[in-house]
């Protein structure tokens, strides 16, 4: 832990943010002034069965930290790497690459380098690294700016663990025949596809809009669910404010899975762990139709407006019936969403 002191020193006299409990990455002022060392890190166990798409997600998902900071440059990528030691030779030589050059393919797409990491063996497949920055202090959004008024944006759908477990549960009859009435197997495919490419997907593109438009604040949504990360957001905010979270985005025909399986998920109460999800965003509510919008057009992908900050006690609430907002709204032949 860095001391306190010193940061408080370095802020005072370089304009660095100061390093706070709360935050999505460590802040570390460095020796050469008005330069701060922006860092993160995070692993996790396989998710879906496609390796390379699992180094996409694995490196999508470190490097959301550093965007929910406002950080779009990532300067440096480690990855840390357990191999399973219950693989055959033959499987490891196959998996271990492909996990390698999707994680390697998606700091290359981030505009940053892979330079080194560890690898482990492991009784488990795990899989995640390291992203750093070195910033100056205009670069960073510290998410602590929320003011009575703002509205919430989020940048990705919910449903990611729902759509990935309905999909294993295709293997698993008992599983299978709690949700078969309200979902067919073409459907679970389909939200799978769409959750493996929502978590593959980069919020840089978030990130840089969020000077645009001046946000007040983010965290990215991820093993806490969407109510977890917006009640830490709430908590680090220096204002008195509270969320009121109305809107649920979901990935589609994953909010009937969900009700299926009773109290498993969690999802509309906020408490479904997510990967790799979307940016959570303080905006002022005069800048976030146009935020939404140009996203959009930049990627191609929603962003939706799911809540409001008002006066409070920095806590976060999602309202008793929340609109569900079903993604994508109508199938489009051919097109994934």
């Excluded at 069965?49 to 950080?71: E, F, H, R, T, W």
């Excluded at 989020?154 to 759509?163: I, R």
Aim: hydrophobic letters at 40%; a negative charge; one cysteine or more.
């Amino acid at each position: 832990m860095e001391d306190p002191a010193a940061i408080e020193d370095c802020s005072q006299h370089y304009g660095v943010p100061k390093k706070g409990i709360g935050m999505d990455s460590s802040i570390t002022p460095t020796r050469h002034p008005g330069l701060v060392l922006v860092q993160t890190t995070d692993f996790f166990y396989p998710l879906v069965d496609d390796p390379y798409m699992q180094g996409k997600i694995a490196a999508a998902n470190v490097l959301s930290d550093l965007y929910a900071m406002g950080v779009t440059e990532c300067d440096n990528m480690l990855m840390l790497l357990g191999v399973s030691s219950k693989l055959t030779d033959k499987e490891r030589d196959v998996v271990v690459p492909l996990l390698m050059r999707g994680f390697k393919d998606c700091a290359e797409e981030a505009g940053t380098q892979l330079t080194g990491g560890q690898t482990v063996v492991n009784p488990w497949v795990t899989i995640g690294g390291v992203a750093s920055s070195i910033c100056q202090a205009q670069e960073i959004i510290v998410p602590e700016h929320a003011v009575p008024g703002d509205v919430l944006v989020l940048t990705k759908p919910l449903g990611t663990q729902v759509a990935v477990s309905a999909h294993q549960w295709l293997d698993m009859p008992e599983r299978w025949n709690r949700i078969k009435l309200v979902v067919s197997d073409e459907d679970v495919r389909k939200a799978y596809n769409r959750s493996i490419d929502s978590m593959a997907r980069l919020n840089r593109n978030a990130a840089r809009l969020m000077h645009k438009y001046h946000a007040h604040g983010a965290t990215d949504v991820t093993g806490f669910g969407l109510l977890g990360h917006a009640q830490n957001l709430a908590r680090n905010q220096k204002n008195e404010v509270s969320f009121v979270i109305h809107n649920l985005p979901v990935i589609a025909k994953m909010t009937a899975v969900a009700k299926a399986c009773g109290n498993m998920f969690q999802l509309l109460q906020g408490g479904s762990p997510e990967t790799s999800g979307g940016l959570l965003i303080c905006l002022p509510r005069e800048q976030a139709a146009a935020y939404c919008k140009e996203i959009e057009k930049q990627e191609g992908y929603q962003a939706w407006i799911i809540g409001i900050v008002e006066k409070g006690n920095r806590t976060a609430r999602i309202i008793d019936k929340p609109r569900v907002i079903e993604v994508p709204a109508k199938e489009k032949e051919g097109s994934l969403w």
